[in-house]
């Protein structure tokens, strides 16, 4: 994702090192350094998405790809292949994941090799869980439409701005942030959560969470359910949600003496 990106510059225009690909002993003395590296690009693409985005009128744009004019409807709402299994398929997928984490958490406590990651089992699940009822949460109250059901593409729900005013008439539309792709963005959890014990397992789930969360979100933009603003959107609320339980609740317990830091970082060269 863009801050994903973000993340690579003001690292390169601070001269940091990748805290995404590498974990020096050096953080866990300045952990000013990991905010700088994940606050600021999130809140630099925020405000790209409410000043710059809608001048692109990149949702609409895309829309039009997958409607059809002469039908006046979106070809692909009821395919097989995409709702079925890439919409229903990939959904269970990610909900098996998380209930795997919490199955492995249960049996940490009967198999001791499990035992270390039993932390991070906890907050990988409690992460996915509550990014994701962030999303839900936000989107039940949300007055914004899908594509499928505004007036431009046959619906009856206008189309209107992030933080412009309806009508008062004006039904709720229920559809933004999307809510699919959060599931998919959820498993960034993994990334926060076994970020010092498992560097590069956790950069590897750092991507497949975005990318599970993009393909779920471009799924729903050729069924005419999201636009890419609302996948963005989902994207950005998962990020912000678990790094503020990253920030109240550390996935791992920092080590409070040099003994332990160093013991720590020959773990993290293991890995």
């Given at each position: 994702m863009l801050f994903a990106l973000l993340n690579i510059y003001v690292q390169s225009k601070y001269g940091i090192k990748n805290t995404m690909l590498h974990h020096?002993?050096?953080?866990?003395?300045?952990?000013?350094?990991?905010?700088i590296t994940h606050l600021l690009p999130a809140l630099a693409f925020a405000l790209l998405m409410l000043l710059a985005y809608p001048h692109t009128y990149l949702d609409t744009h895309i829309a039009d790809?997958?409607?059809?004019?002469?039908l006046h409807q979106f070809t692909l709402k009821k395919d097989p292949f995409l709702a079925s299994w890439m919409h229903t398929g990939l959904k269970w997928l990610i909900e098996a994941v998380a209930l795997s984490c919490l199955g492995l958490l249960l049996s940490s406590y009967r198999f001791s090799s499990l035992k270390a990651h039993r932390r991070s089992l906890l907050w990988v699940f409690v992460g996915m869980v509550l990014?994701?009822?962030?999303?839900?949460?936000?989107?039940?109250?949300?007055?914004?439409?899908?594509?499928?059901?505004?007036?431009?593409y046959g619906g009856s729900l206008p189309l209107f701005d992030l933080f412009e005013?309806?009508?008062?008439?004006?039904?709720?539309?229920?559809?933004?942030p999307a809510g699919h792709p959060s599931a998919g963005f959820a498993l960034m959890a993994f990334y926060f959560a076994f970020r010092y014990t498992k560097?590069?397992?956790?950069?590897?789930?750092?991507?497949?969470?975005?990318?599970?969360g993009l393909l779920m979100g471009a799924v729903q933009m050729m069924r005419g359910a999201h636009f890419l603003s609302h996948v963005l959107w989902s994207g950005w609320v998962v990020w912000m949600v678990l790094l503020a339980l990253y920030w109240l609740w550390p996935a791992v317990k920092l080590p409070r003496s040099a003994?332990?830091?160093?013991?720590?970082?020959?773990?993290?060269?293991?890995?």
């Open positions: 020096p002993l050096e953080q866990y003395v300045s952990p000013s350094r990991f905010w790809l997958f409607f059809d004019g002469q990014s994701t009822a962030a999303v839900s949460i936000l989107k039940h109250y949300s007055q914004h439409g899908c594509p499928w059901d505004i007036t431009l005013t309806p009508a008062i008439t004006a039904e709720a539309g229920h559809c933004f560097p590069r397992f956790s950069v590897l789930m750092l991507w497949i969470g975005l990318f599970m003994k332990q830091s160093a013991a720590l970082a020959l773990l993290m060269l293991r890995e």
